[in-house]
């Protein structure tokens, strides 16, 4: 057989028999790794933009309740100062500016939001400031009246004369008079005479009505300071009359006539000029009369200082000189009756 004569035969592929085929398994499908990452992400920056959403309104709220407070206790304070204030006062410009500042914050609170903490801080800052400015006032009535509380004699009775003055429509300024009245009443003093002279200016400072003890007061120290002064010179007349008396019998007396000081026409005086201010006219009789008895015993002591002669420690007086004095003592005896008689209608 001719080799170029041969017919190539194409090789065919091995058949599986059906029995044995099976179908190749599908692709796998590639996941969106980048979507999951980016829901992650989202969930996460909503979860963490909830909190923060959060937190902002908690702390909103919790500056919006502060400065509601706040307001309340400025109001409050603000109310229990306006009995401390008087127009045209330093107290009246403190009450106007706390008042704008109360105004301010309640405006803040009004227009701020739950979320904005801001506002809220704002207006409680204003509260404060105005319950600042308002308990000021306050404080002042509290401190001045401790200071007076603490303080004695006049001192006392001008701190609370300023209180009265000041404050009257406040607790303290109602009474301050009378506790004004009590330092007075309650003082120690060196004479009638010293006591009247206080008296006469708590009279005079006093802004208010002055209180029945302090009148009282003065009655009884005019009466007491003329009942004393009666008393003292119609004993000192006594004595003159009797010196006289035993002048003219020839005796050896005592000079005690001129060594004594009698009755002080100055301080009588000084009384008499206080009469209107302590509201204690009607004794004015009875101490002019005490007053001219004082100034007639005054005389008296000028005539027996001057003797018609002195020998060996001794004084003579002639029978003129012993008349005078003698004539004197009964004018001074005649008047002080009058005194007493002017004395007892008081």
């Not at 004594?260 to 000084?270: H, P």
Request: glycine share 4%.
């Amino acid at each position: 057989m001719n080799p170029e004569s041969e017919i190539p035969v194409p090789e065919q592929p091995l058949q599986t028999p059906p029995q044995y085929q099976q179908p190749l398994p599908a692709p796998a499908k590639k996941r969106p790794v980048g979507l999951i990452i980016g829901i992650v992400v989202a969930l996460v920056l909503l979860l963490v933009g909830a909190g923060i959403a959060v937190a902002v309104a908690r702390n909103g709220l919790a500056a919006r309740s502060s400065a509601g407070e706040a307001i309340k206790a400025a109001e409050k304070t603000w109310d229990e100062a306006q009995i401390a204030v008087e127009p045209g006062s330093r107290e009246a410009d403190e009450s106007e500016q706390s008042k704008a500042a109360l105004s301010e914050a309640k405006s803040l609170y009004r227009t701020g939001f739950f979320v904005l903490a801001s506002k809220y801080e704002a207006a409680q800052s204003e509260a404060q400031r105005a319950e600042k400015l308002a308990l000021a006032i306050s404080n002042r009535v509290a401190e001045l009246t401790a200071e007076a509380e603490k303080s004695s004699g006049s001192e006392a009775i001008s701190l609370y004369f300023d209180i009265r003055e000041r404050y009257p429509r406040t607790p303290a300024g109602a009474e301050a008079i009378d506790k004004a009245a009590d330092v007075l009443v309650n003082g120690s003093f060196s004479s009638d005479r010293n006591c009247l002279d206080r008296v006469s200016t708590f009279m005079t400072g006093c802004p208010d009505q002055v209180p029945e003890s302090v009148k009282s007061l003065a009655k009884t120290r005019v009466k007491s300071a003329a009942s004393t002064s009666l008393n003292r010179q119609n004993s000192q007349v006594k004595d003159h009359l009797k010196w006289a008396k035993d002048m003219r019998s020839g005796k050896r007396v005592s000079m005690a006539l001129v060594l004594t000081s009698g009755a002080s026409a100055s301080d009588l005086d000084a009384i008499i000029k206080r009469l209107e201010s302590v509201e204690c006219s009607e004794y004015r009789t009875a101490l002019n009369h005490l007053r001219a008895a004082a100034k007639t015993d005054e005389k008296v002591r000028k005539a027996a200082s001057s003797p018609f002669r002195r020998s060996g420690g001794v004084s003579y007086f002639n029978s003129s000189q012993i008349s005078k004095i003698e004539k004197l003592s009964k004018e001074m005896q005649s008047t002080l009756k009058k005194a007493k008689t002017a004395l007892d209608k008081t």
